[in-house]
Each structure stands twice: as C-alpha cells, then as structure tokens.
C-alpha cells in the first residue's frame, strides 16, 4: 500500500534534516571534485612558449618542467631577466641547494601543490640561496649599484642571473667568499631562527641539535655555542670530530646510541631529521623544555603532508604537557643575512661546505643532496 501523506508527514522532523544533510554534502563532494579535477588539469607553465622562440639574450639556467626525481633537471637556455623598477639584476656567482629544492622538484609533499602548481610547477626555475655582483639597478632602488657583491634570496637561484627586489638581499662582507656566502641565507637563518625566536635559548642552557652535521645542523652548532649554550650534536659517528671541531662539547653517535634513551635531559632540542617520535623527544626534555622541528624525513617519506605529520603530533601533545613543542619555517630577514655575514666575517661561524658541483651537474648535486648524508653544504658554482 502506497504511503500517504499524513504517513510521511509523520516522520521524525531529525530524519528530513539528516536526509536533506546527505544530499547537500554529496552534492558539495561531487561539486568539489569537479573543481579539483578542473583546476587540475588547467594547471600548467609558460615551458611550451619557453622553448618555442629563441632567447634575445640568452643564459644558461636549471628548469624543471614537470614535477620528478633529478631527471626533471635540465640546463636550460632562456632569456636574461630585466629588473623592475624595484628590483636589481644579479650576475650569480655562487649558489646552494636545500631540501627545500627537492620538495619543489618533486612537488612533495602533495599538499604543496595547491601553491605551486597541481599538474606541472606553475614556476620553472630552481633554486633559492645565491651570491653575486650586481649588474644593473631598476631606478628606485637605492641600496645597491652596479658592482655591488651581495647575497640573499630568490626563486630561480640555479641559474647565471636572477632579478631580484633590493629588500631580499644584503651586502657581501669584504673577506667573505661567495661560496660561503651562497651557503647562508635558508640553513643559517633557519638555524639562528629555530635557536634565537622560536627556542628561545639562553646562555648556559643545555641544546640538543639532532642532524648536527647537515646544512642547518653546523650552523645550529656554532649559533648555539655562540650563545654561550652547553650543545651536544647527533650525527654519525664518521662526522663527530668535524661536529665537536664546530663547538659540540658532547656528540652521540645515533648508530649506537639513542639520544631519547639516555640520562641527561636538554631544555631545547633542535630536531633537523625527524627520526625520533614526538613521545621519545619529550622524554628526553626537562619538564619545561622546548623542542623544535625543523623539516625532516626524505624524498619518499610522508608523500601526502609530509612533516607536518610530526607537526600535526606536536601540536596536540603541546596542549596537555607544559613543555613547548612546535614547527619552526624560517623568514629570512635583511636583519639575520646582516648578522650571520657579519658572524662569518669575524669568524664566530664557519659555513662548512662538502661539494661543489657545476651548474651543469645539478642534478647529481641533487641526488647527492637527497641521500641525506652531505656534512654541511652542496654548492653549485657558475661556469
């Protein structure tokens, strides 16, 4: 028998609002995967008109055109960059890499995605750490003129020259080397950062710097100790001499000791390399310790979100114990460049460079760089 009116009118008014609640979500779902789907596959780069005209005034620069390993890489010949009004033009003659680099070569962790590309990589050049001369100077700048020696930040850094804004860059110091320079503006600062902003570390503090002889790990060392801090590095055994030389009154070697096991107790740990759980960091903390993550985890781990899996976790211990936990991304600030030049200058700070690759061979440095065992920094010099 047919149901009749006064039947469904009777229904619990819960179910009618539950009923209605599916449809719109569904429709919300599909609606979204729509725009995804779309969004997704209009996502794409200038590569095809790149490449279809030769340039007026070409230079040699690392590309990538789709998301991948090394592979992507190519050295590439494209048209020299003409600064804004804003901006000064630098001949590169020193850059370095970061995992930040392969993060954007790969497009890893996916969720980066939504900022720089969905398909392909919306920007095609590489690279953020350079130091060079100035060569010509948009007509408000004021800081800088031809000739000038700088160093700093900007996307494309892989490559013979960058147009930059004058507020992303600071002075060479006379007797810094370019190379040492290069090394500085992403691992330094993010080492001062982590140590000075977000660990708030004072002298006589004890700090534990987990990844002590990677690319922020020496710079933590020398920072710390610098800041007249007890440090202990973790590092492998075959690095511990060059991590005591920078300043580490204790190493652990992690192949045979686990740091989150033993007895002393650290009022801000320094975690460059993810290897530990949250759980087993705090436990090598004081009560009121501060622990700071910086990145982690390699090309393959985390695919999805990556760190911020660890970050996530943090965050929800962090509301029910009294010691700090948080994620540390840098800022890099004229003010920090300034100092850590200034640092190095007077050889408080030693950048510690391992190799030095072309800028042909960026994708070996690359794959170098992604085995996470480079002692310090990766430099690629311009022919």
Same mark, same amino acid.
């Given at each position: 028998?047919?149901?009749?009116?006064?039947?469904?009118?009777?229904?619990?008014?819960?179910?009618?609002?539950?009923?209605?609640?599916?449809?719109?979500?569904?429709?919300?779902?599909?609606?979204?995967?729509?725009?995804?789907?779309?969004?997704?596959?209009?996502?794409?780069?200038?590569?095809?008109?790149?490449?279809?005209?030769?340039?007026?005034?070409?230079?040699?620069?690392?590309?990538?055109?789709?998301?991948?390993?090394?592979?992507?890489?190519?050295?590439?010949?494209?048209?020299?960059?003409?600064?804004?009004?804003?901006?000064?033009?630098?001949?590169?003659?020193?850059?370095?890499?970061?995992?930040?680099?392969?993060?954007?070569?790969?497009?890893?962790?996916?969720?980066?995605?939504?900022?720089?590309?969905?398909?392909?990589?919306?920007?095609?050049?590489?690279?953020?750490?350079?130091?060079?001369?100035?060569?010509?100077?948009?007509?408000?700048?004021?800081?800088?003129?031809?000739?000038?020696?700088?160093?700093?930040?900007?996307?494309?850094?892989?490559?013979?020259?960058?147009?930059?804004?004058?507020?992303?860059?600071?002075?060479?110091?006379?007797?810094?080397?370019?190379?040492?320079?290069?090394?500085?503006?992403?691992?330094?600062?993010?080492?001062?950062?982590?140590?000075?902003?977000?660990?708030?570390? =004072?002298?006589?503090?004890?700090?534990?710097?987990?990844?002590?002889?990677?690319?922020? /790990?020496?710079?933590?060392?020398?920072?710390?100790?610098?800041?007249?801090?007890?440090?202990?590095?973790?590092?492998?055994?075959?690095?511990?001499?060059?991590?005591?030389?920078? /300043?580490?009154?204790?190493?652990?070697?992690?192949?045979?000791?686990?740091?989150?096991?033993?007895?002393?107790?650290?009022?801000?740990?320094?975690?460059?390399?993810?290897?530990?759980?949250?759980?087993?960091?705090?436990?090598?903390?004081?009560?009121?310790?501060?622990?700071?993550?910086?990145?982690?985890?390699?090309?393959?781990?985390?695919?999805?979100?990556?760190?911020?899996?660890?970050?996530?976790?943090?965050?929800?211990?962090?509301?029910?114990?009294?010691?700090?936990?948080?994620?540390?991304?840098?800022?890099?600030?004229?003010?920090?460049?300034?100092?850590?030049?200034?640092?190095?200058? =007077?050889?408080?700070?030693?950048?510690?460079?391992?190799?030095?690759?072309?800028?042909?061979?960026?994708?070996?440095?690359?794959?170098?760089?992604?085995?996470?065992?480079?002692?310090?920094?990766?430099?690629?010099?311009?022919?």
């Amino acid at each position: 028998m047919a149901e009749s009116a006064g039947a469904r009118n009777a229904r619990p008014w819960w179910r009618r609002i539950l009923r209605w609640a599916g449809v719109l979500l569904a429709g919300l779902v599909l609606l979204g995967s729509a725009a995804f789907a779309y969004a997704y596959y209009r996502s794409d780069n200038d590569c095809a008109a790149m490449h279809a005209t030769p340039p007026h005034d070409p230079i040699q620069a690392i590309t990538y055109c789709d998301y991948g390993t090394s592979d992507v890489l190519h050295l590439d010949t494209i048209e020299k960059p003409v600064p804004a009004d804003d901006q000064v033009l630098v001949r590169v003659r020193a850059a370095s890499i970061n995992p930040l680099d392969w993060h954007y070569m790969r497009g890893t962790p996916y969720f980066m995605r939504l900022d720089t590309g969905l398909r392909r990589p919306a920007v095609t050049r590489l690279g953020v750490d350079f130091a060079g001369t100035v060569e010509a100077a948009g007509k408000g700048v004021t800081r800088f003129k031809p000739g000038d020696d700088v160093f700093g930040t900007r996307t494309g850094a892989l490559g013979q020259y960058v147009a930059v804004r004058e507020a992303r860059i600071v002075a060479k110091p006379p007797g810094v080397s370019f190379e040492q320079a290069a090394a500085v503006p992403v691992a330094a600062v993010t080492a001062l950062q982590s140590l000075r902003d977000k660990g708030h570390l =004072k002298a006589g503090e004890k700090v534990l710097i987990n990844g002590a002889s990677g690319g922020v /790990g020496t710079f933590a060392v020398q920072i710390a100790k610098s800041m007249d801090a007890h440090v202990t590095g973790v590092c492998s055994g075959r690095n511990a001499e060059m991590v005591r030389t920078l /300043g580490a009154e204790q190493v652990i070697d992690y192949t045979k000791e686990d740091f989150t096991r033993g007895p002393e107790r650290y009022d801000l740990i320094i975690d460059n390399v993810g290897t530990r759980p949250i759980s087993e960091c705090r436990r090598a903390l004081t009560p009121n310790g501060r622990l700071v993550l910086v990145g982690g985890g390699g090309p393959n781990d985390g695919k999805w979100i990556g760190p911020m899996a660890r970050v996530l976790d943090a965050a929800l211990y962090a509301r029910f114990v009294s010691q700090e936990l948080g994620f540390m991304m840098a800022n890099t600030t004229p003010e920090d460049l300034t100092l850590l030049g200034d640092l190095i200058q =007077k050889g408080t700070i030693t950048p510690v460079i391992d190799r030095r690759y072309p800028l042909s061979e960026v994708p070996a440095a690359m794959e170098y760089l992604e085995e996470g065992h480079a002692r310090g920094k990766v430099i690629i010099t311009m022919e």
